[in-house]
């Protein structure tokens, strides 16, 4: 295993004070002189008639009319949200189900975002909707629709009545801030908001929730009591209001932390707290309570594993019972990702060795489980309930199955017990290259301390293992999010159709093996997964896949961190990194945009005794003069409210000013996807490719 290199305790302590403080103005005018110039240097780079050529075939796949438009149910209506080259901001829109399963179906457009952004001289980007649930029988009226002035986590939030196609006049109306909502009726809203000092915690997330009455103003709410309220140091409180009919409730939460948190149910004007641990998952369903721990839990001397799924009538749970049914306990391969309800069933979505495993579980027969025959290997697929308050649809499910050479399918089923029929194939989306050929493998990497990391390698069938294969190694590792096979045509069109290998990495700190997988990961023990990163590129090499300076690695967000670590702790297994969005100075980034919220992650680094292992993964701290870099290119978008633009802005900088070669874009809207229309996201994505390739094949 190739030892890390790191600066030593000496060398960080002797640093000199943050010379690129003033780069965290991030609307000031110098530093968007900085942010417009270096762009213009990436675009002198990289921008040629060829890469010009390779963005239109992105954004071609971006636009296509043929992709699946994905819809919700909502009553008798599917809906989906559309962009397109002719409508970049996108179409909100509506279709019954008998003509969402033409060729051509006929779309209700509910709002024009393009068409509003004219009206209003504004550039909105959609950011979905929440819909007032009707009284049995009657038609969805109302919604409160969200709305992002730059493309960030801040919407603003504004009622819509879909019977007349049009924003309510007078009606609900909330600024653009990290507003959390729920209906209680269709005069009344669950509102946590910014309304002043106190309103929201640290990591920038509502710190309470109030009432607002229709013909309220905010002032006017915001100096009520609040129904209920956090501390500011917890991530998020707020409270939701469920109205199924018969399990009509109101609940509260209190965020303590990413992976902390405790429920609350509302008896009379009391908050009950639901009495389980705080890392404990909770989850309500008509009377079921459903709970998820994220470490081993002792009930009354029987020991649930991590990952555990256990169920209870909420109502004997509240009066005392723990009479707890494991109705998924995982395995050394098994892991359980996510869950549905039907009207009747609980539906299951596994992973499997990465590889997607679907369970039907029937709480009327004692949760007898049976196995959806739906998974193909190395692929992905997930299902989840159409809608379980349908009369008649109410055992319906959707079916959504892709994978690294599969198009995205869209299936709809049913679990009625006499109708087990195979799902019905609803659309499927084109191939955007020739699958044939190449082909999917999975390869298991030995990391530096005998753990077993898989990962997923897609590349041309006839694959020559000399080492020479410009590789592209994608990885995340964090926040228990798991890398799973999913269809790419830009993907295809930008690596693989050149004759590139693509390689993603399923390393700890991901979900890929339960909460467990990823806990091993955390705070002082994050080295684990930049090791399996490593450990990963190390068997790329050893298996003739390709050598270091045919190895790239690109991440964003988290994974922009686990790549700023390659850069600076592995530099010589790669021969190009492209960073996106990421965090990099780990001495401040509790300090900018929600990091407060993330400290449950990585650690605090005003804790001394914390920053002590936080520093070594701090990328910005650990540059080297005297180290040889692999080439870097930096992105990030001026609109990101979540990790923010200024970390990617001073990695940049230093690694200038010290000579060390790097290239740097700011996109200047899309919020942390780093795009806010399909143009902008072709582009992100052409460049971090160009640049990788250029790198690994000598012509950058």
Known sequence: MTEAVTATPQQIANQPADEFLWLEDIHGEAPMEWVREHNARTDATLVNPAY?????????????????????????????????????????????????????????????????????DAQWLWAGASFLRPAPGADYRLAMLALSPDGGDAVSYREFDLTTRSFVPGGFDLPAAKTRLSWLDADTLYVGTDTGEGSMTASSYPAAARVLR?????????????????????????VSHSSTPGFERDVAYDVLDFYNSRSYLRVGDDWVHIE???????????????????????????????????????????AGSRDLAAIFAPTAAESLQSWSWTRDYLLLNLLSDVSSKILILDPAADWTATELDACPPLHSVDAYAVDNEDPEAGNDYWLIATGFLTPSTVYRGTLEPRERAPAALVREAPAFFTAEKYSVEQHFATSADGTRVPYFQVGPKDLTLDGANPTLLSGYGGFEVSRTPSYSGAVGRTWLERGGVYVVANIRGGGEYGPSWHTAALGENRHRAYEDFAAVALDLAARGVATAAKLGCAGGSNGGLLVGNMLTQYPSLFGAISCGVPLLDMRRYTKLSAGASWIAEYGDPDVPEQWEYIKTFSPYHLLLAEVKYPAAFFWTATSDDRVGPVQARKMAARMEAMGIPALFHEALEGGHAGAGNNEQAARLHSASHEFLWRALTGSL
Not at 278 to 299: A, E, F, I, M, Y
Not at 310 to 316: H, P, V, Y
């Open 276 to 318: 389980v641990p705080d890392d404990v998952n909770v989850s309500l369903h008509h009377q079921w309570l459903l709970l998820r721990p994220r470490t081993d839990w002792d009930v009354a001397g029987t020991v649930y594993a991590a990952g555990t799924l256990l169920a209870i009538e909420l109502s004997a749970f509240l």
């Open 52 to 120: 010009t050529a390779m963005e239109a075939r992105v954004l071609e796949v971006l636009d296509s009319k043929d992709r699946i438009p994905l819809v919700s149910k909502r009553g008798a209506w599917y809906y989906n949200f559309w962009r397109d080259e002719v409508n970049p901001r996108g179409l909100w829109r509506r279709t019954s189900w008998e003509s969402y399963l033409s060729a051509a179906p006929e779309w209700d457009v509910l709002l024009d975002v393009d068409a509003l952004c004219a009206a209003e």
């Open 214 to 238: 229709r013909g309220e103003s905010l002032a006017e709410m915001g100096a009520k009591e609040p129904l209920f309220s956090v501390p500011l140091d917890h991530l998020s409180g707020g």
